[in-house]
């Protein structure tokens, strides 16, 4: 039942995959083609059908989430609201510098309220948990406090790019056409949607570069490890040669010994047998 559940949910990201990356295509070609009503239908058709599934498979994955990992489920909806908060502090319009008033926040949000309040909660569990699930628990908060660092990072990085830049550095490029299409049409998007679009390149991007550092970190461990593994059993079978030549050398001692005795017993009988025969 197990492996046909892990199946299915394998097979939905699969597919949730190629849609997305057939979504992005097309968005691609409806872009370089507005002008024709077919693309721009078939387009406006599929992105129909995609957003029907990917709401059904969000909510089998929300409730999946509620029963299983409640904690995970929290820490998703606090992710979100990270991300989602600069668009609040835009739509008020009374923001004059955006990259300082983000600062602000997630010094306060990330530094005090997730490297600090929740590291403390998980300490406080940490005292009532069984000592086979500390280690469970540990990787839980490393995994939580990384997840909202990254965010504050990749957040941070987006509002930088966007206020010190206007997509200039992508003219060299304007030589190809549907690539001078896509930058016009993301040049006239709201400050808000490209900055939310950049925050997830940057979280993307800082994910891959964690999960490879990761990777790496236990990689070398193992190295590490092996070679730790070979030093000690060299060590082994030098102390098991040094045993075995000992064992070896007290044996032949012990045989030169034994002879000595059953000499001198002989000699004695032979003595003995002597006296013997005088009487």
Known sequence: MKN??????????KILLVA???FFILLILTIYNSEKFYFTLFYSLYFLVYFIFCTIIGIKT???????????????????FFIIFPTMLISTGSVTNLSDSIKTFYTIGVGVGINYVIDNIFKFIEVETENEKK??????GAVTKSLFNIIYISEYTAVIILEQSNLNFFTPLNDYVWIECIINWVKNWPFWIKLIMLTLICLIILSVFMSISISLIKKELDMKTKNQTKILKRKIEDELYLVSELTSTIKENNSD???NLENIESKLRIELDNFNNLD
């Open 4 to 13: 046909k559940k892990y199946k299915r949910i394998f097979s939905h990201e």
């Open 20 to 22: 997305t990356l057939i």
């Open 62 to 80: 929300l409730r999946n989430a509620y029963k299983n990992e409640p904690f995970g489920l929290f820490i998703y909806f606090l992710a979100i």
């Open 135 to 140: 280690k469970e628990l540990t990787k839980i």
């Open 257 to 259: 010994i034994l002879k």
